[in-house]
T-cell receptor, first 114, second 114 residues
Framework: NAGVTQTPKFRILKIGQSMTLQCTQD?????MYWYRQDPGMGLKLIYY???????DKGEVPNGYNVSRSTTEDFPLRLELAAPSQTSVYFC?????????????FGPGTRLTVL | AQKVTQAQTEISVVEKEDVTLDCVYE???????LFWYKQPPSGELVFLIR??????QNEISGRYSWNFQKSTSSFNFTITASQVVDSAVYFC???????????FGAGTILRVKS
């Protein structure tokens, strides 16, 4: 199993550009998450999904959109990139909503907005 | 509101020293779950341990040990005989009984020098 994969690994965007960060998991997990990690800060939840077709906002959703058309994929969309979105983005998944189950994280995408 | 505080921003030790990473949490829930994750220089997050609020038993896994004390709302992590490979950022995280949204501390950078 590849686990959770993310593409791209690195990206530089200009202000106002848009892009989609891809996330795929092959563990048949129902729950998927997007976090951002800013320097010196812990991870903050952007959006999460409890299954195909169902998404909800996390702590810092502004400026982002998500969709979940399949169990495997959970892309994160930035419509109008801003310097404040410069961060490392992590996708994660877990088998269900039981809090005891750990989340499995992807390798991250480092995004710079100039 | 839920909150996790890791007051130690950065710790430097010499190989073979013991080191303790502090984690203090805040929650009004009686049922909650605590986690530790490791983020090595390669960037991915690696799950280390979980503990639920009803289990205050300390745990030891090789050179790693965890001390959970509800009376002080702390879940500290000790590495015995540290090694260079332990150099990483360590995150403490909290989630509640319902939902599976992790709240992370800011992380502690551990540098182990040979």
């Amino acid at each position: 199993n590849a686990g959770v994969t993310q593409t791209p690994k690195f990206r530089i965007l200009k202000i106002g550009q848009s892009m989609t960060l891809q996330c795929t998991q092959d563990m048949n997990h129902n729950y998927m998450y997007w976090y951002r990690q800013d320097p010196g800060m812990g991870l903050k939840l952007i959006y999460y999904s409890v299954g195909a077709g169902i998404t909800d906002k996390g702590e810092v959703p502004n400026g982002y959109n998500v969709s979940r058309s399949t169990t495997e994929d959970f892309p994160l969309r930035l419509e109008l990139a801003a310097p404040s979105q410069t961060s490392v983005y992590f996708c994660a998944s877990s088998s269900n909503g039981i809090p005891y189950n750990e989340q499995f994280f992807g390798p991250g995408t480092r995004l710079t907005v100039l | 509101a839920q909150k996790v505080t890791q007051a130690q921003t950065e710790i430097s030790v010499v190989e073979k020293e013991d080191v303790t990473l502090d984690c203090v949490y805040e929650t009004r829930d009686t049922t909650y779950y605590l986690f530790w994750y490791k983020q090595p220089p390669s960037g991915e997050l690696v799950f280390l341990i979980r503990r639920n609020s009803f289990d205050e038993q300390n745990e030891i896994s090789g050179r790693y040990s965890w001390n959970f004390q509800k009376s002080t709302s702390s879940f500290n992590f000790t590495i015995t005989a540290s090694q260079v490979v332990d150099s990483a950022v360590y995150f403490c995280a909290l989630t509640m009984e319902y939902g599976n949204k992790l709240v992370f501390g800011a992380g502690t950078i551990l540098r182990v020098k040979s």
